[in-house]
């Protein structure tokens, strides 16, 4: 959530950053008026048990008529204190019911627009000419066919559509993904960690994940517990109500979990093969940080990101996100993403998201400087998303005879293999 004290200070910054991202504008003043009767029922409150406490003191002094009238009027006080406390609770109750509704406040770089007004900030790795080399690409299904590595057809009968089995050299190449890439977040000084799957709802909500993205979410409702589309939400509620030290900052975590989406509204889309899944595993990086160093983290997340996918051998673009598909906890958000050439066009891999205060005020995980006590920035940025990188690897790498070459920084996570072979009919 954004701070109050900004809303009030500059409601027309926050009204700004509510149309970049094509929301409700009238929110933000239904929430100022709605603070505004919170403060002011506070005050009233604590007028009124001000007068109370006086009055109480003055009641056993008196007698006779002067008593009978005091204690009238004290009646009258209760029923009004009780009045104001209700009014306060339920003026503070709508006050956070609609900040919770309000987005993060949007960078003032970002570009403005829908989802296809990102700005291509770079281009990196060349782009294979198949028909120079004489043969048409295969696509990462059929060549998953061929290598023994992707069932999809044995994945619906078991669970439905966008449900699949790795087998054989794919499940070992998702192992091998894994491993290379909690190597380098680990080179990078970030400690790995195995998350839970299934969160509580102050997590998910506390994370962003209950707003616009419900739709996508799996809700366990016997047990009120969510199953988590990225271990995001685990690791931003792992400092849940807690105070940590600025010494400790930068925190960095890398996990590892499976990741479980509806993706609700994505009918008709991505239907051949598993780049869109309702369920996968991931590599997530996780920074908290001092709200002044948030940006330059978020650099840093982006270029272990570029680290990853070029070490990878894939040719891949990194876009600034438009402001009407950032989410409500990004601030700013930066996508890199692979060619895939049976597509022909860059499809999303990785994504980090500098997210500022919105996570840490919801979580309300603050940091000790000194001695203030303030919330942290916290930030976040996909590793490795394991089919999609799948899917990049099999279509890039592809030679004529259906096999796979392995790029290097995979190989000793493969028993030093160089290529995926065809598997025998």
Known sequence: MIDLRLLREDPDRV?????????????????LSADERRRSSGVRFDELRAEQKALGKLI???????????????????????????????????????????????????????EEDFVTLETLGEIRDFDAEGFAPKDHLELGQILGAIDVERGAKVSGSRFYFLTGVGALLELALVNAAIAQATAAGFTPMLTPSLVRSQSMAGTGFLGQAAQDVYHLDKDDLYL??????????????????????????AGFSPCYRREAGSHGKDTRGIFRVHQ????????????????????????????????????????DVASGDLGSSASRKFDCEAWIPTQGKYRELTSTSDCTEFQSRRLSIRMRDGKTVRPLATLNGTLCAVPRTIVAILENHQQADGSVRVPEVLRPYLGGREVLEPVAK
């Open 15 to 31: 009204r700004a950053s509510q149309r970049a991202r094509g929301e409700d504008v009238a929110l933000v003043d239904a929430l």
């Open 280 to 319: 996968f595993d991931k590599v997530e990086m996780f920074s908290y940080v001092a709200p002044e160093d948030s940006q330059a983290e978020h650099q840093r997340l982006l270029e272990w990101e570029k680290q990853w996918l070029t070490s990878l051998e894939l040719p891949f673009r990194v876009i």
């Open 60 to 114: 056993p002094k008196a007698s006779g008529d002067e008593k009978a009238e005091l204690l009238k009027k004290a009646s009258q006080l209760a029923a009004d204190v009780k009045a104001a406390d209700a009014e306060r609770d339920e003026a503070a109750a709508e006050t956070q019911e609609l900040l919770l509704r309000l987005g993060n406040l949007v960078h003032p770089d970002v570009p403005v627009g829908g």
């Open 228 to 253: 988590v589309g990225t271990s995001e939400v685990a690791l931003a509620a792992y400092h849940m109500d807690e105070i940590l030290d600025a010494d400790r900052l930068p925190l960095r975590y």
